[in-house]
């Protein structure tokens, strides 16, 4: 069976993702080391610090971005399209480097390492820096912008420009938004000379764990591990109806689970499900949208969560296993009400699944790749049983993909009596692939996480009481318009901004709002809820038109049209958007306080009733066409159960009656459907 689109499609998508993830560079001759040298050895410098390199924790911070702002420069020359223009063009060469560049890297990376040169010195001269560090630290910050400008797009740097400005002219502006400003010394001495600003907690979390698991998957994506999957949940799934939707959902919450990148998830499962979603009758931009859909939704996924969870740890003063503990629930219903809304999509269309002829076995497929994941439960066993750190948990992990590729290599060429030196230096080779790989798949995520740092310092300079202010005027008080506004705001700045940077400046500016202002409206949550609640709006702000990054990848595989595509994709995830609500109110959904395991079995499938009743709304379908008053039962199951405290008040019975009724519903909706469905099916409709 032909499992792979065509080639100059695939190829397309690889770019957008390469692009996206990689840098748009690719030098000839000597200078075409430069990046792999530099993302190698910054590799090595993480597994160093994670294992026997004792370091200042600045120390460390300052060198991780160092090396991200140095691959960011040689990865991505000025201008990203060329230009009529000859000068102009000069700048935007792709296949070798300028003086600019080499200018660039030089002068970024000594602004970087500034605070290590003379650590000492800045230490002792906090709030009186010399003229030389008011110099530097605005060639920092300067050069930190273009690097975010030129690897994540414009949104960043214009929203830290905005913020800088405002530090300087706040006396300025109307009284509801006045702010007392600051000078430029208070200012570069917050952002550069301290840990409160470019330096702070989310450069410390990229440095210390994030690189490790980002490293982790770019390690097991070259064992092979993303084809396996692929390969699995083909012949798990593919023969079911519109079976290889469900298996892309399968394959990309797999590979998810230790990818930071919705986009590369996108590019890895893609390549293969979107030609077999279209094989068996899905139109080339639902078929598209499905992928897109279920490879954003693969950042919800613990362990990784898309590289946030360990800042959301950070920032809630919480233990990692808190975090993943309360993620769990929602992540996983999300991707069980996807997973429904393909069968959905494919009961309406009227598709069938791949013969079973034509897919691969599926106990031969998992006993061929079993040992991938070895390492995945390792990483789990580590975090979940043993609890150890997120940092050594991934370290050991990796360490345990250095000795799974040389074994898998050995043995492969032991079956085929080939040389077993050359296996070896397969091994040794694919372990350096890898390194590479890590390296340069963190460049953005250090360079965002720096430059999201600036907003965050500035925030903490005294501006978060003004938004707290601004918001509550704007709301009227209201607490669920709050969270609205909140939601828009992430869904508008995170179509800019890739996941764990959005999810810092949200963080930053509205997750305190949201606690602050629920208290004031009575009521009172744990503060992980409002960050999971951000968090989940900037996941969804991946494939939201237009600039949704996953959806042009997907678009270019599927050959469909990437807004439309992006705007399908958009609709399925809706289910997602439905989720941060009922938490915030329904706390029970993150397990906060729950250790008793039939309750948590109680919560889980009754989310995943409300989610499997609100997608049937959304999508217009249960088990036939729905009618409108189905609709607005439909629409009653899904809050009786995920609300049921609420309606419980409004009715005066107990929240265990209201599910219990909701569920009721539930059935009787099925019940009512029932005869027209059987009635289609005689008619063969």
């Not at 720096?450 to 600036?454: D, E, H, L, P, Q």
């Not at 469905?677 to 005689?682: I, L, N, P, S, V």
């Given at each position: 069976m032909e499992i792979q689109g065509n080639e100059e499609d695939i190829k397309k998508a690889q770019q957008i993702a390469e692009e996206a993830e990689s840098g748009s560079r690719h030098v000839t001759g000597f200078s075409r080391w430069f990046i792999p040298v530099i993302a190698l050895s910054w590799s090595l410098f993480q597994l160093a610090v994670a294992s026997f390199l004792l370091l200042d924790a600045t120390y460390i911070r300052a060198i991780h971005l160092g090396f991200a702002i140095s691959l960011v420069y040689l990865s991505y020359p000025l201008f990203k399209k060329p230009k009529k223009n000859k000068f102009l063009n000069y700048f935007a060469q792709k296949n070798r480097y300028t003086l600019l560049d080499y200018a660039a890297v030089i002068i970024a990376v000594l602004a970087?390492?500034?605070?290590l040169f003379d650590f000492l010195g800045i230490s002792n001269r906090q709030g009186s820096p010399l003229s030389?560090?008011?110099?530097?630290?605005?060639?920092?910050?300067?050069?930190?912008?273009?690097?975010?400008r030129r690897a994540l797009g414009p949104a960043l740097p214009i929203v830290a420009i905005v913020f800088i400005l405002y530090a300087f002219f706040g006396p300025y502006m109307p009284p509801?938004?006045?702010?007392?400003?600051?000078?430029?010394?208070?200012?570069?001495?917050?952002l550069t000379m301290s840990t409160e600003g470019i330096y702070g907690v989310p450069l410390d979390v990229s440095a210390t764990i994030v690189f490790l698991f980002v490293l982790f998957g770019a390690m097991l994506d070259k064992a092979g591990a993303g084809k396996y999957f692929v390969d699995l949940a083909f012949s798990l799934l593919g023969g079911f109806k519109g079976g290889p939707a469900k298996a892309a959902v399968l394959a990309s919450g797999m590979t998810g689970m230790v990818s930071g990148s919705s986009i590369a998830n996108t590019v890895t499962t893609g390549t293969f499900t979107i030609p077999l979603m279209k094989s068996v009758g899905y139109p080339d931009y639902k078929a598209g949208a499905v992928e897109v859909a279920c490879s954003t939704n693969g950042q919800l996924m613990p362990p990784i969560m898309g590289a946030a969870a360990f800042i959301i740890a950070e920032y809630c003063n919480t233990d990692y296993f808190q975090v993943i503990k309360a993620a769990f629930v929602p992540a996983v219903v999300s991707y069980i009400a996807l997973f429904y809304i393909t069968h959905l999509e494919a009961s309406k269309l009227g598709l069938r699944g791949v013969p079973r002829k034509d897919l691969p076995k599926f106990f031969p497929t998992l006993i061929a790749g079993i040992h991938y994941?070895?390492?995945v439960a390792f990483l789990v066993y580590e975090l979940v049983v043993k609890r150890h750190s997120p940092q050594l948990a991934a370290f050991r992990s990796i360490l345990v993909l250095i000795v799974l590729i040389p074994l898998q290599n050995i043995y492969a060429s032991y079956k085929k009596k080939e040389s077993i030196p050359d296996a070896l230096k397969k091994s040794f080779s694919e372990i350096v692939d890898a390194l590479i790989a890590g390296g340069k798949n963190m460049m953005g995520i250090g360079v965002a996480v720096?430059?999201?740092?600036?907003i965050v310092g500035i925030v903490t300079l005294g501006l978060g009481g003004i938004i707290t202010e601004v918001i509550e005027v704007l709301s009227g008080g209201n607490f669920v318009l709050i969270l609205i506004i909140t939601a828009i705001a992430s869904l508008i700045l995170g179509m800019g901004l890739p996941t764990t940077a959005n999810y810092i400046v949200m963080a930053t500016l509205t997750a305190p709002v949201i606690v602050t202002l629920g208290a004031k409206n009575g009521i009172i949550f744990p503060l992980i809820a409002a960050h999971l609640f951000v968090f989940f709006f900037g996941i969804l702000a991946d494939d939201t038109p237009p600039v949704g990054l996953a959806a042009f990848a997907a678009s270019a595989i599927a050959k469909s049209d990437p807004i439309k595509t992006g705007i399908q994709g958009f609709t399925y995830d809706i289910r997602t958007a439905i989720l941060p609500f009922m938490f915030i109110f329904n706390t029970d959904l993150l397990l906060v306080g729950i250790t008793n395991v039939w309750q948590v079995g109680w919560i889980f499938i009754t989310s995943v009733v409300a989610m499997f009743a609100f997608a049937a709304l959304t999508q217009g379908w249960f088990i036939v066409k729905n009618r409108w008053y189905e609709g607005i039962l439909l629409a009653g199951v899904a809050f009786g159960l995920l609300r049921p405290h609420l309606v419980g008040r409004f009715i005066g019975v107990s929240s265990l009656i209201v599910a219990f009724l909701s569920l009721g519903l539930?059935?009787?909706i099925y019940l009512m459907q029932k005869p027209r469905?059987?009635?289609?099916?005689?008619a063969g409709t």
């Open positions: 970087a390492l500034y605070l030389r560090d008011l110099i530097i630290g605005t060639v920092l910050i300067l050069f930190l912008l273009e690097a975010a509801v938004i006045a702010f007392k400003g600051v000078s430029l010394n208070r200012l570069i001495g917050q994941l070895i390492p720096a430059a999201a740092g600036i539930y059935v009787i469905a059987m009635k289609a099916k005689a």
